[in-house]
Every structure is written in C-alpha cells, then in structure tokens.
C-alpha cells in the first residue's frame, strides 16, 4: 500500500497564499526479497528561474498515499532584485571619518604654524 503515492511541489508567500509548483505520481517496484524494510528514495526536483519579489516564501513537498499524508518541514526562498550583495557601511564610515581626521589634523596644523609666524 505504499508503493503507489503522489508528489506535491508548492510554495507559500508571506499572505499566506499556496501555490502549486508540479506535482507527479509514483509507482515505485519493491524487489523481492525486500518487503517490510523502511526504504529511503531521493527526488530532485529544479525550480527555474525565479521571477522578482513574488518568489519569495517558503517552499514545500507533499506526498500523499491512499490512507496517508507527509508534509516536509519546507525551505525558505528569499528572492531580490539584484541577487545577494555585502553591504558596506562599515568601510564608508572608516573612510568618512580618516578623512575628517586628516582634514582636521591639516588644519590645526596650518592654524599652528601660521599663528607661530
């Protein structure tokens, strides 16, 4: 009973909304000899490119059987506009404030030397 069962690929978005991705059934040939053992079977399955902001949320799998019902834990999509960038904030404020040191620094010094004189 369960070597007959279906695959549902759907995601959710942050409203709440589900959406269907694919879904396919499976019949899956058990060799003799191997009946009553648990049996792990992998399934890939490729989401093309994601379209913009609408890609983002959280993507699951579904299998089904007659009787019974398996939900995956999902995986979380976050989709931009431009891909991940590092930001770099850190590096402008060192930047920023080197040079307002070097600005200050030069005009003490000239304010120094031209009250010495």
């Known amino acids: 009973k369960y070597t007959k069962f279906s695959v549902f690929y759907y995601w959710i ?17 058990i060799p003799s000899g191997e ?13 093309m490119p994601l379209e913009g902001f609408s890609s983002t949320g959280t993507y699951y799998c ?18 931009r506009d431009t891909g991940y960038t590092e930001t770099s904030d850190g590096w402008e404020i060192l930047i920023t404030l080197t040079i307002l040191l070097a600005a200050l620094s030069m005009t003490a010094t000239a304010l120094l030397l031209w009250k010495r004189k």
């Open 35 to 47: 009946q009553n053992h648990t049996a792990t079977i992998s399934y890939d399955h490729r989401i």
């Open 62 to 79: 579904t299998v089904k059987w007659s009787h019974i019902q398996k939900m995956g834990k999902g995986v979380f999509v976050l989709a």
């Open 13 to 29: 978005n942050s409203l709440g909304q589900n959406t269907s991705i694919c879904s396919r059934s499976e019949d899956v040939v």
